[in-house]
Nanobody, 122 residues
């Protein structure tokens, strides 16, 4: 069973940076993709970035974060760590950010973390 634990959220001023981390314990190669999603109050959940586990050249980004956010991963023992570097943060980036994993047999992301709050405000 994969368990995802996010960390790194917090309060940051506009223009600032944050780095979110997601530790995926119980990782196996049955997981094909990892992603970061976010949801702001009153808004639908949005996929921010995703990356295929077996392909370092595969990251995709929402248009709203292209050029400002970067997703990366590293594998250590049986733990997969996924990061989201966020630069030039804007107030509209304020949301709860969730790490997610998709099994190769699944159509959608089917494992989720508990979320970490990111607040961009002066």
């Amino acid at each position: 069973e994969v368990q995802l634990v996010e960390s790194g959220g917090g309060l940051v001023q506009p223009g600032g940076s944050l780095r979110l981390s997601c530790a995926a314990s119980g990782f196996t190669w049955n997981q094909c993709s990892m992603g970061w999603f976010r949801q702001a109050p009153g808004k639908e959940r949005e996929r921010v970035a995703s990356i295929d586990i077996g392909d370092d050249n595969s990251p995709t980004y929402a248009d709203s974060v292209k050029g400002r956010f970067a997703i990366s991963k590293e594998i250590a023992r049986n733990t997969l760590n996924v990061f989201l570097r966020m630069d030039s943060l804007k107030p509209e980036d304020t949301a709860t950010y969730y790490c997610a994993a998709r099994r190769c047999s699944a159509v959608t992301f089917d494992y989720w973390g508990q979320g970490t709050q990111v607040t961009v405000s002066s």
